[in-house]
């Protein structure tokens, strides 16, 4: 075949492939149709082509790997936007200031829990005892600054201790990693609630955050988990639960860090009038 039809042909192959990934990428109902009248056109295409030379179906095969590299990289792009979206609309960071960020490294601890990196640090107003979050609730907090990263402590590493609200009632309780002293088991990837206030927890109650002192190390009112059990009664004034957290650790991916605002003004004395 004349190295000139054989570039043309080459070149029509090429269109038809882009044309597939963006109909695929956008979603298109017309993406069938193109896939059939692909096939038509590139079935001859595919048989002229046979007899080319091994360099120019070498360089197609590269433009095929890298335009489906391309698309899966839209489509993650895609992916998280949609995940950002659904995390920026969450009643959690509703009228907080948040610094968006992704995963990029995730190291296990050898006393427990997970440690994550994230691709935000100083440089964009991150700081240490920052209150990370997902779409579904509370990840962790942020232990360790760099410049352009920053450490966060996942929710149930050890010697992470949360005080909390638990249920309608708001009852006052704490909840970490389970150990393996405590009176009763919990499930793997569980947390064990205590509650400091009489009264006990009912299975489906919503365990949220309490919060710090200028929101740090812990905004208010972030989700922590779910009620899944609660603890035989042993005739003890207060009873345990077990808790699942919202936010599953090995999946962790988008998410934002809480910017703490400290007060402007300091708050009024009680019972003072000027």
Do not use: C, F, K
Not at 87 to 114: E, M, W, Y
Not at 198 to 227: N, Q
Request: proline share 6%.
């Amino acid at each position: 075949m004349p190295s000139t039809a054989r570039r043309r042909l080459l070149v029509v192959l090429a269109s038809l492939t882009v044309a597939l990934l963006l109909a695929d990428l956008a979603g298109w109902g017309v993406a069938d149709g193109v896939r059939r009248a692909g096939a038509v056109v590139l079935g001859p295409v595919q048989r002229a082509l046979s007899g080319a030379q091994p360099d120019a179906l070498t360089a197609l095969e590269r433009e095929n790997v890298r335009l489906r590299t391309q698309l899966a990289d839209e489509r993650r792009r895609a992916a998280d936007l949609g995940r950002l979206d659904e995390l920026l609309g969450s009643t959690t960071t509703a009228g907080r200031t948040l610094v968006p960020a992704r995963v990029v490294a995730s190291d296990l601890s050898p006393l427990g829990g997970r440690t994550v990196t994230l691709d935000v640090g100083s440089r964009d107003g991150v700081r240490a005892d920052s209150t990370v979050v997902s779409a579904e609730g509370l990840v962790g907090r942020v232990v360790s600054v760099a410049p352009w990263t920053s450490d966060v402590q996942v929710l149930g590493s050890a010697g992470s201790v949360v005080a909390v609200r638990v249920g309608p009632a708001g009852t006052l309780g704490t909840v970490r990693t389970p150990v393996a002293g405590d009176v009763e088991s919990r499930p793997r990837g569980s947390l064990s609630l205590s509650t400091i206030a009489p009264g006990t927890a009912v299975v489906g109650d919503v365990v949220r955050t309490l919060g710090s002192v200028d929101e740090a190390p812990y905004a208010a009112g972030v989700v922590v988990g779910t009620v899944t059990a609660v603890d035989p009664d042993h005739g003890q004034l207060t009873r345990g639960a077990t808790v699942r957290p919202a936010t599953d650790p090995d999946a962790i991916d988008v998410v934002a860090v809480i910017v703490p605002t400290a007060r402007s003004t300091p708050r009024s004395t009680t019972g003072a009038t000027r």
